[in-house]
């Protein structure tokens, strides 16, 4: 049967009273053919999020519905491995006693980091496949070795990316100065080329007002880590606002770390969700961006300037030469066809301006990862 997790918005539940519905539902579940697994109680936020086997979404809202009238306020499907990845657990935790059992319960709400190693295609072309992979082996270790250091759990690994959750807002920060401060470290002794990294902190429940799990907060935290160069951090303005809250003080702006505010939130999502789109529009242009977005040239100039270092301009056309590089590693079509796909109209300029941002022709990078 399906896996759910929905969520229950409950302003001013008890931990008690929260746990009696849990009971409740486990002493009815089988009449609905649903097994109630484990749940989160969140006082501060009034939710409760609840992990269950079921037919269907209906049968979970007629089950909830009879056993304590608290009907879920959204339901979305899950996996067992993701949602023990990110939250730890699948199942209530052991205890010795309910009182024990309560204080173990725990929100589900949590710091997603995650970790973007920069430019990491172009490594084989310097250092050849072995010597490659053995760097980025290193750094991924490391980068592992912080996230357990700071009791975070590591939940997706792609090879040059991680993404990791934590509990605490504090600890995820601390971690992420931390890797930020070991890769300064190590490009100083290693002779090998540098290998830089971007770090995107942003925070959320695992279930939102959409499907998905965790909702905005993996793809954001990805968004801001594509935006931060190499040796920063870029935090959400919900990560900086509980960051505050737990430190009772805030981090000094400064190069290594960069909080954003709500308006910065949203102006980077658009900007995200708009390049996304036009990447491969060949008559994309400026003016095109600015009627999307809904500013004027000079607003869309001064706000993209400010969070990403890029005109809106370059920033196009670096997000076009990343895909291009994308491309070209998997080895899909020809240095020409890729040129055009990604919205350039000359093979002779795209080349010229693959060569300017990662210093090797797009054929000598093909020939190099092939």
Known sequence: ????????????????????????????????????????????????????????EEAVVMWHNEAHGDIPNQIIKVKFDIVEAFLGRI??????????????????????????????????????????????????????????????????????????????????????????????????QNSCPKVGVAIGLSAGNPVTDNDDFFGDAIPFAKRLAYVANE?????????????????????????????????????????????????NRPGFKVDDFNSEMGLSKSQLYRYTTALTGYSPSEFLKEYKLKKALELIERQQDNIAQIALETGFNNPSYFSKCFYQRFGILPRDFAHSVA
């Open 91 to 188: 199942k209530d935790p052991e205890a010795k006693d309910e009182i024990e059992l309560l204080k173990l319960i725990g929100p589900a709400f949590r710091v997603i980091m995650f970790t973007d190693l920069k430019d990491t295609a172009l490594l084989k072309s310097k250092l050849g496949n072995t010597k490659s992979i053995e760097l980025l082996k290193l750094c991924n270790e490391s980068i592992k070795k912080a996230i357990e250091q700071h009791e975070g759990r590591e939940a997706e690994y792609t090879g040059d990316s991680i993404m990791a959750s934590f509990i605490s807002t504090n600890k995820a920060v601390k971690c992420a100065l931390d890797i930020q401060k070991h890769f300064r470290v190590q490009n100083r």
């Open 1 to 56: 049967m399906p896996i759910f997790m929905d969520r229950h918005d409950s302003p001013g539940i008890t931990e008690i009273e929260a746990a009696e519905a849990h009971k409740k539902d486990i002493k009815i579940q089988h009449k609905f053919k649903c097994n109630a697994f484990t749940y989160w109680f969140d006082a501060e936020r009034g939710n409760v999020f609840c992990l269950i086997e079921a037919p269907d």
């Open 231 to 279: 040796g920063q951090i870029f935090m959400s303005s919900v990560v900086r606002d509980h960051y505050k809250k737990e430190k009772l003080e805030f981090i000094p702006e400064e190069m290594t770390i960069r909080a954003l505010n709500p308006m910065e939130d949203k102006f980077l999502d658009r900007l995200m969700d708009i390049a996304e789109k036009a990447w």
